[in-house]
């Protein structure tokens, strides 16, 4: 199926972006510029161009001229999506590499996160997520036994686990993201390439299903200079009037 020609423009640009073939404060070409280069009407450059300015990437909008921002894609967390999909949304290319699983008790905040009893089984795992091919994130995941068991005897670096979970009826229905900075400990230094004690941001999931049960906690820690995250919040009517 050939890619939606909106895509293949917002993916030149990015790369452009990324390369720096395009610096931060330097304007794109105009509209009619892009269209002409890509033999595009305007409705395919202006989806690409919104695609860029929901990333971060890019300013501009409303009859205003676009100008880079940043050079790293921020992923959105609006919607619930895997690390994979995030990635396929902002134009990079997703990898995993397994370190470890395996079926063994949690610790006291990892069981007291998911609710089961500190001495019953998790299926516990280390995987290094990828974006084009750099490190970019190390996942440090707890599923409570009935739903990770399956996972012990799958192929872990051939893409999303919830996307596996999911195939299998698991119903990862919602999750409670908590963000903070860490320093990097030994393995976050070896796996993610930077110094002991580099700052980390980390992201703190709990995952559940439809009634509420957790179902995983996850400690995800992300290269800054890799991957960004960003988070859109609307002012509704009635906290205005608050």
């Known amino acids: 199926m050939a890619t939606p020609l909106h895509r293949s423009i917002a993916a ?6 990324r390369t720096g073939a395009m610096k931060v404060g330097e ?4 509209e009619a510029r892009l269209c002409e280069e890509f033999a595009a009407s305007r409705g ?16 501009g909008g409303q009859g205003k001229r676009a100008v880079v921002l940043d050079v790293v894609a921020a992923q959105p967390f609006e919607t619930f999506m ?12 997703p990898g ?11 610790g006291p905040e990892v069981a007291a996160a998911l609710q089961i009893d500190p001495e019953d089984l998790a299926v516990q795992l280390v995987r290094l997520r990828l974006l084009d091919g750099r490190p970019a994130m190390l996942e440090r995941m707890t599923y409570i036994e009935a739903v990770g068991r399956p996972l012990i005897d799958a192929d872990l670096d051939a893409g999303s686990i919830y996307a596996l979970l999911s ?3 698991v119903d ?3 999750a409670r993201h908590t963000f903070d900075a860490v320093p990097a400990d030994a393995l976050d230094a070896r796996l993610l390439d930077v110094p002991e004690g580099h700052p980390l941001l980390r992201e703190r999931r709990l995952t559940t299903d439809a009634q509420g049960v957790p179902l995983e906690w996850s400690d995800d820690r992300y290269r800054a ?14 906290t205005m009037m608050l």
């Not at 304007?27 to 105009?30: D, E, G, R, V």
């Not at 895997?82 to 290319?93: D, Q």
């Not at 995993?96 to 949690?106: G, H, K, N, S, V």
């Open 12 to 17: 030149e640009l990015r790369q452009r972006i």
């Open 27 to 30: 304007s794109l070409p105009s």
């Open 44 to 59: 395919p450059v202006r989806q690409a161009l919104a695609a860029l300015r929901d990333e971060g990437l890019i300013s």
């Open 82 to 93: 895997s690390f994979t999909r995030r990635a396929e949304v902002t134009g990079h290319a």
């Open 96 to 106: 995993q590499r397994l370190q470890e699983i395996a079926l063994r008790r949690p």
């Open 167 to 169: 195939e299998r009826g």
């Open 172 to 174: 990862l229905h919602s």
């Open 225 to 238: 200079d890799v991957a960004t995250v960003t988070v859109t919040n609307t002012r509704s009517a009635r």
